[in-house]
């Protein structure tokens, strides 16, 4: 995610647990904060990550903010994608049961 100043992106963790996704500076630490998930959208843009000079960049639209996300590589975007965002894709979720996603290392 951007700093405040938007010149540098901070490593962050997460911890996916519907309708929020919790949000952490260190893996074991305590929490930062928390994005409701319950009236995001999500959405990739190419121009997105020209204007940011970043690959695999996603955006989550809540109603209160915006928050930006860069993975490691494009298999992990579309995998966080489709775990904040069922429909984004088009394939709705198998599962009932909440999610609980917490990565090995964060976005940047």
Same mark, same amino acid.
């Given at each position: ?8 992106? /901070?490593?962050?963790?997460?911890? *996916? ?13 305590? /929490?930062?904060?928390?994005?409701? *998930? ?10 997105? /990550?020209?204007? *940011? ?8 639209y ?8 860069a ?10 994608? *489709?775990?904040?965002? /069922? ?22």
């Open positions: 995610m951007p700093d405040e100043s938007n010149k540098y992106w /901070q490593k962050r963790y997460f911890e *996916l647990r519907r309708p929020y996704m919790h949000v952490y500076s260190v893996p074991e630490g305590e /929490q930062v904060m928390a994005i409701n *998930l319950s009236n995001c959208r999500i959405d990739h843009q190419p121009q997105v /990550q020209k204007i *940011l000079r970043r690959v695999n960049v996603f955006a989550v809540t109603p209160l903010n915006t928050y930006l996300f993975a490691r590589n494009e298999r992990e975007m579309i995998e966080w994608i *489709l775990k904040l965002d /069922q429909f984004y894709f088009g394939t709705p979720s198998r599962s009932d049961t909440p999610d609980i996603v917490t990565p090995k290392a964060g976005f940047t």
